[in-house]
């Protein structure tokens, strides 16, 4: 079955360093994957997504995804990190069955940002 | 653009009594999802509608959940009975659908639900 694992539940990071959340995902073909960001009391916003081509793709707020076809991977990054990006960030795999609906999600890793 | 609205924000109601969820998509978008979350089993989707049809209800808990969406601008989720085991955070996202399975979902700022 089709499934996305966080590994990380809660990662603290301090501002300015370098960021990285990992994702795991368990699907039988090329998978579409999304990284989804909820700020406290708000609903998720699209960070970025890969369907195909370059492995690596750019999103908004300065992330970055690397798809790993090998590792069954598609981790998030951020070179330097503000305080502003402290939320929940959620990775999503869909597309199986060739459908529109079926986003499956992981658990979530929430991030902190000390100053 | 609004985004995508859900009202109430926030509802606290009793074991037993009804409960109704109400969204506005964006419009023009042709699909409607609605989801729940909670601690224990995160983000789950719940049913999705495409041109007001439901096309996949299989996450629906039980038969205590519905869900209805009698135009392209407005779609219910109503909870009868309720039970406190329902508290969640609730979400509504609606997405265009010309890009198929990759298609960006927009999600509501979500309701969240007290049963006591």
């Known amino acids: 079955a089709q499934s996305v694992t966080q590994p990380d539940i809660h990662i603290t990071v301090s501002e300015g360093a370098s960021l990285e959340l990992r994702c795991n995902y368990s699907?039988?073909?090329?998978?579409?994957l999304f990284w989804y960001v909820q700020s406290p009391g708000q609903g998720l916003q699209l960070l970025l997504k890969?369907?195909?081509?370059?492995?690596l793709v750019q999103g908004i707020k300065g992330f970055e995804a690397e798809f790993k076809r090998s590792q069954s991977s598609f981790n998030l990054r951020k070179p330097s990190v503000h305080w502003s990006d402290a939320a929940e960030y959620f990775c999503?795999?869909?597309?199986?069955?060739?459908?529109?609906?079926?986003?499956?999600f992981g658990k979530g890793t929430k991030l902190s940002v000390k100053p | 653009d609004a985004g995508v609205i859900q009202s109430p924000r926030h509802e606290v109601t009793e074991m037993g009594q009804e409960v109704t969820l109400r969204c506005k998509p964006i419009?023009?978008?042709?699909?409607l999802f609605w989801y729940r979350q909670t601690m224990m089993r995160g983000l789950e989707l719940l049913i999705y509608?495409?041109?007001?049809?439901?096309?996949?209800d299989s996450g629906m808990p039980e038969d205590r959940f519905s869900a209805k969406m009698p135009n392209a601008s407005f779609s219910t989720l109503k909870i009868q009975p309720s039970e406190p085991r329902d508290s969640a955070v609730y979400f509504c996202?609606?997405?265009?659908?010309?890009?198929?399975?990759?298609?960006?979902?927009?999600f509501g700022p979500g309701t969240r639900l007290l049963v006591l």
């Open positions: 996202a609606s997405s265009p659908g010309r890009g198929g399975a990759g298609e960006t979902q927009y």
């Open positions: 699907y039988g073909a090329t998978p579409y």
């Open positions: 890969y369907f195909s081509g370059d492995t």
């Open positions: 999503a795999v869909g597309g199986y069955g060739g459908s529109q609906g079926n986003l499956i």
């Open positions: 419009s023009g978008h042709d699909y």
């Open positions: 509608f495409n041109n007001n049809v439901p096309i996949d």
